[in-house]
């Protein structure tokens, strides 16, 4: 039997030479090319029929089985369920949202998702299938620097619609996880020296996989307005950046370029240079074995050339930091180990996302004088801080 849908024949259409009939079709009436059967149906016969031809007569419980499937095919299609999911751990200022955004979007999802002072709160409307998956893809597929510790399902009422949005931050209490700092990431670094990029050289290049959080959040949720960038209005390059869901600066909430975001100055006696002069005027400075501010995120590093005895002397001295070894800059991990051994974990520390401060043993013989004559004897750690936070601590 075809796949069609079933009807009563009322009578016969006058007028069409028996070709066509009256059919009820679950108590409407409607016109059917009834032509195409080998015998002309009577009033009371049951047709299947198929794109306005009735293409086959059969009784009234073949009728009933085709009803019936077609029944089960209007409420698989129409059936749409609508799920809320709470989620709960490092969820902010970690790509979170664009994830969920595109994700729901990819599954043909409706609905919204936002920042609550708890975390993320999902709701998704569709095809139920859709739902579970978007659900299991929340956790196994979410951003590489997100932790979902928790995650609540919610069955609420459908409410129809067909769009996806990011939706404003809503307030109220909660506790949620604020993203630390997260190095530039491989991408960012490409722009960086890429002399056609627009952010090539911007020393505050990020991206939603990089760049300040923690330390740039005034509150919660997190949002620009609830960062110290709230102050630094975006372009329209770098708006556009941030509302295309296939950007990956997408809901970043950071973004900036040199049109629109902070930039870099040099003050000291006698001296004021800003954007690449300052630059090249520190360069100048460390070189010369003095020692330089720098105003990083969390506060500022005193740098100095490490290699520059004297430099680290009156480091030191101005310090008061007589025997503490001070965290040491290298530019790539070569460069490092030329001074430090390590082990794999701590290979993985130093070029993973974090890049935080790595305690590491200083060979026995050679290398240990490469870096200044410090740390002292009595201590056989020097430290190394990687990644984008210029200084020494
Ligand atoms: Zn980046
Ligand atoms: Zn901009």
Redesign the pocket.
């Given at each position: 039997m075809c796949l069609g849908i079933p009807g009563r024949v009322v009578a016969l259409a006058d007028g069409y030479a028996g070709q066509v009939a009256l059919v009820d079709v679950e108590g409407a009436q409607r016109q059917v090319n009834v032509g195409m059967l080998e015998a002309q149906p009577a009033p009371g016969d049951w047709v299947l029929i198929h794109m306005g031809f009735a293409v086959e007569a059969i009784d009234e419980a073949a009728a009933r089985t085709a009803l019936s499937g077609l029944q089960l095919m209007g409420s698989g299609r129409a059936a749409r369920v609508r799920r809320r999911y709470d989620v709960f751990g490092l969820v902010q200022g970690v790509g979170f949202r664009p994830f969920v955004y595109v994700t729901a979007s990819e599954l043909g999802l409706a609905g919204s998702v936002c920042n609550t002072p708890s975390g993320v709160v999902v709701e998704v409307e569709g095809d139920p299938d859709a739902v579970d998956v978007f659900g299991r893809r929340l956790v196994d597929d979410a951003p590489p620097l997100a932790e979902v510790e928790g995650l609540h399902e919610t069955d609420l009422p459908t409410r129809g619609g067909t769009g996806f949005s990011i939706e404003d931050s809503s307030g109220g209490a909660g506790r949620t996880l604020a993203s630390p700092d997260v190095a530039?990431?491989e991408?960012?670094l490409a722009e960086l020296a890429d002399p056609l990029d627009r952010r090539y050289r911007h020393p505050f290049?990020?991206?939603?996989?990089?760049?300040p959080r923690f330390t740039i959040i005034t509150s919660l949720p997190y949002d620009r307005a609830a960062t110290t960038m709230a102050g630094f209005e975006m372009c329209a390059a770098c708006r556009a950046e941030y509302d295309d869901p296939g950007d990956?600066r997408f809901h970043a909430q950071p973004v900036a370029c040199p049109d629109c975001g902070p930039t870099l100055a040099l003050d000291g006696p006698g001296i004021h240079d800003t954007g690449d002069a300052a630059v090249r005027r520190t360069r100048e400075l460390l070189a010369d074995g003095q020692v330089v501010a720098v105003k990083g995120l969390g506060g500022y590093h005193l740098a100095c050339d490490a290699r520059n005895e004297d430099a680290v002397a009156e480091l030191r001295r101005r310090k008061q930091r007589g025997a503490k070894p001070f965290a040491v800059m290298a530019r790539d991990l070569a460069v490092a180990e030329g001074l430090v051994s390590m082990t794999e974990a701590e290979r993985g520390l130093l070029t993973g996302p974090r890049k935080p401060v790595v305690l590491l043993p200083r060979p026995e013989l050679s290398g240990a004088h490469s870096v200044g004559t410090d740390p002292p004897p009595d201590n056989s750690e020097g430290g190394r801080r990687g990644g984008r936070r210029a200084g020494v601590t």
């Open positions: 530039v990431c991408d960012c290049i990020s991206c939603t996989n990089c760049g990956r």
